[in-house]
T-cell receptor, first 113, second 115 residues
Framework: DAKTTQPPSMDCAEGRAANLPCNHSTISGNEYVYWYRQIHSQGPQYIIHGLKNNETNEMASLIITEDRKSSTLILPHATLRDTAVYYCIVRVVDGGATNKLIFGTGTLLAVQP | DAGVTQSPTHLIKTRGQQVTLRCSPKSGHDTVSWYQQALGQGPQFIFQYYEEEERQRGNFPDRFSGHQFPNYSSELNVNALLLGDSALYLC??????????????FGPGTRLTVL
């Protein structure tokens, strides 16, 4: 079973920041938080991951709470092309022995014009 | 830099037939994982191949089998197809290493329809 809880859907106005929450209250100390998104009928796209520090790349920012029990993915200026299902996944990173991804149902983000 | 590629894009089979799906990993990657995604659900892990051997397996029957070749490409075989095998089959590649976060990158998928 997935170790994360996400709202099933969210709306966001085009040009505004989209903040997608994820709860992972049972996360272990050696588990990372990963975010992927999937645009309709395409393969999931890697967005970002982090362990305990906040992370930023060209696509998004990841804010992890100090107790690591929840996180927020931030898309700073959402566009219509950001409409997708966003998956939050926790997993151990240990050189690959246990690196399967366990997907939940994700959050369907609808960016409105 | 070539990403993950999969073939074919779409496939239609009938119940009882066998199917082979193919995946070429991202350049520089050595590990291939396969996932099944039924309509409206998140992807489910089938198995993973590393050094030409199955290293992990999800909760899928033996009808699902795979292979990895010396060039790291991989095949997924499904025998005795059932209607419930209709799904999007996804391949993901990664690089295993002691200090590298082995992020998985997905291909576009193969849409299998079983009639």
């Amino acid at each position: 079973d997935a170790k994360t809880t996400q709202p099933p859907s969210m709306d966001c106005a085009e040009g505004r920041a989209a903040n997608l929450p994820c709860n992972h209250s049972t996360i272990s100390g050696n588990e990372y938080v990963y975010w992927y998104r999937q645009i309709h009928s395409q393969g999931p796209q890697y967005i970002i991951h982090g362990l305990k520090n906040n992370e930023t790349n060209e696509m998004a920012s990841l804010i992890i709470t100090e107790d690591r029990k929840s996180s927020t993915l931030i898309l700073p200026h959402a566009t219509l092309r950001d409409t997708a299902v966003y998956y939050c996944i926790v997993r151990v990173v240990d050189g690959g022995a246990t690196n399967k991804l366990i997907f939940g149902t994700g959050t369907l983000l609808a960016v409105q014009p | 830099d070539a990403g993950v590629t999969q073939s074919p894009t779409h496939l239609i089979k009938t119940r009882g037939q066998q199917v082979t799906l193919r995946c070429s990993p991202k350049s520089g990657h050595d590990t291939v994982s396969w996932y099944q995604q039924a309509l409206g659900q998140g992807p489910q892990f089938i198995f993973q191949y590393y050094e030409e051997e199955e290293r992990q397996r999800g909760n899928f029957p033996d009808r699902f089998s795979g292979h990895q070749f010396p060039n790291y490409s991989s095949e997924l075989n499904v025998n005795a197809l059932l209607l419930g095998d209709s799904a999007l089959y996804l391949c993901a590649s990664s690089l295993v290493g002691e200090t590298r976060a082995d992020t998985q990158y997905f291909g576009p998928g193969t849409r299998l329809t079983v009639l």
